[in-house]
């Protein structure tokens, strides 16, 4: 069974910074291109990052340009999301999801990020 | 950026109405559409993905048609498990972007 679990969130004050986690099982992580999307409270869904199945090619959405990095382990069947300097904005369930869009799709059940003071 | 946009936001309908929801891209974007199903406090559901392909396991009353910038998912028969919100997503390029949502509500 493929499963996506997603850890790391929690409450942060803006400034500060967090590293989400997504541990993969079930299928060859290795072979997937993986992403990262964030759904803000009582809000839509907004796509934040993805990563090659080599980590060679990584894309970001605008607003986290500079203040997050998308990383993997395929040894490890991990993906990571490294966010600074977080902002009020940056509040939101976070998902993983596995070759978004496509018909091999699976997504977590996501970790929830507060940045508050 | 491509731009996603859903219409309506808001539909009431009622158990075994046909309903349709229209995705309208700021670009072309060939059949790179796919269409999700959320309830509250869980994970998006893949419907339909490249436009027209049922996802596996997704009943068959769910229909995607459209290219280019006109996309359309039409649900045949609504059923109660059906009441939810309705998102594309375009993976033409990136950045990927997601419609604003259209939620389905019981009449």
């Known amino acids: 069974e493929v499963q996506l679990v997603e850890s790391g969130g929690g409450l942060v004050q803006p400034g500060g910074s967090l590293r989400l986690s997504c541990a993969a099982s079930?299928?060859?992580?290795?072979?997937?291109?993986m992403s990262w999307v964030r759904q803000a409270p009582e809000k839509g869904l907004e796509w934040v990052a993805t990563?090659?199945?080599?980590?060679?090619?990584?894309y970001y959405v605008d607003s986290v340009k500079g203040r997050c990095t998308i990383s993997r382990d395929n040894a490890k069947s991990s993906l990571f999301l490294q966010i600074n300097s977080l902002r009020a904005e940056d509040t939101a369930m976070y998902f993983c999801a596995r070759s978004l869009g496509g018909s091999g799709v699976a997504w977590g059940q996501g970790t929830l990020v507060t940045v508050s003071s | 950026d491509i731009q996603l946009t859903q219409s309506p936001s808001f539909l009431s309908a009622s158990v075994g109405d046909r309903v349709s929801i229209t995705c309208r891209a700021s670009q072309g974007i060939s059949t790179y559409l796919a269409w999700y199903q959320q309830k509250p406090g869980k994970a998006p559901n893949l419907l339909i993905f490249a436009a027209s392909s049922l996802q596996s396991g997704v009943p068959s009353r769910f229909h995607g048609s459209g290219s280019g910038t006109e996309f359309t998912l039409t649900i045949s028969s609504l059923q109660p498990e059906d009441f939810a919100t309705y998102y594309c997503q375009h993976l033409y390029d990136y950045p990927i972007t997601f419609g604003q949502g259209t939620r389905l509500e019981i009449k």
């Open positions: 990563i090659k199945q080599d980590g060679s090619e990584k």
């Open positions: 079930g299928f060859t992580f290795s072979r997937f291109w």
